[in-house]
Each structure stands twice: as C-alpha cells, then as structure tokens.
C-alpha cells in the first residue's frame, strides 16, 4: 500500500480529510504534492494484510480492475470503521456509461 503516510500524519496531528481514494491499480500516490485528494494505490498487495485503521470515520472511494478485489477492499474498509464507502468493479473494457460490474456503498450512520 502507497500515499497512506500523509493521511496518517494528518490524523495524528488531529486533521481529516474529507474523502480517501483508493486505487487497487497503478495510480500516483504524491497527491500531497500535488494538492489533490488523499489516494491511496493498493496494486498487487494482499489486501487480507492491509493495516487500514487510519480511516476510521472516515469517507471511501474504492476502484478496482477486479470484482474480488473490490469486493474485498470494500469489506476491508467496513472492518476499518469507515464512516462510508462507495466501491465499485471498474470494468476496462467497457466505457464509462456501460459498466455494469459490482457496485457497493456502506454507510456506518445507515446501519
């Protein structure tokens, strides 16, 4: 897992973001470099020993190019007491207004 480090130092320094990303594909990680939005890259990691408590309350956007990753990456985020998360199977092959692929959204105030 990569671009966790900056998030972490702004939850120890009592600051949150108000989204993370996280990209289960190649993706650049120096978005505090770059002013963006917190994106984390979880390419090729074992998501089973993924470490993700730095986003307790907070909100999650999940891509990947795998239905059980992101399946998996989505139940990783709810173990981690994420405030919400919104996952979805990024289906490559197909442009963006015909992905039918696995969607999944939690949402810890709703349940």
Same mark, same amino acid.
Request: charged letters at 25%; a neutral charge; glycine letters at 4%.
């Given at each position: 897992?990569? =671009?966790?480090?900056?998030?972490?130092?702004?939850?120890?320094? =009592?600051? /949150?973001?108000?989204?993370?990303?996280?990209?289960?594909?190649? $993706?650049? #990680?120096?978005?505090?470099?770059?002013?963006?939005?917190?994106?984390?890259?979880?390419?090729?990691?074992?998501?089973?020993?993924?470490?993700?408590?730095?986003?307790?309350?907070?909100?999650?956007?999940?891509?990947?190019?795998?239905?059980?990753?992101?399946?998996?990456?989505?139940?990783?985020?709810?173990?981690?007491?994420?405030?919400?998360?919104?996952?979805? $199977?990024?289906?490559?092959? /197909?442009?963006?207004?015909?992905?039918?692929?696995? #969607?999944?959204?939690?949402?810890?105030?709703?349940?």
């Amino acid at each position: 897992m990569k =671009g966790q480090d900056e998030i972490i130092r702004m939850r120890m320094s =009592g600051l /949150k973001p108000e989204w993370v990303h996280i990209y289960d594909f190649p $993706y650049p #990680t120096d978005w505090a470099e770059q002013g963006m939005i917190p994106s984390i890259c979880t390419d090729n990691d074992l998501i089973k020993t993924l470490d993700m408590r730095f986003l307790v309350n907070l909100k999650v956007c999940v891509s990947s190019c795998s239905e059980k990753r992101a399946m998996a990456l989505f139940e990783a985020c709810k173990q981690a007491k994420v405030a919400l998360v919104a996952a979805a $199977y990024v289906q490559t092959d /197909k442009p963006t207004w015909k992905q039918d692929g696995w #969607t999944g959204i939690y949402n810890a105030t709703a349940n």
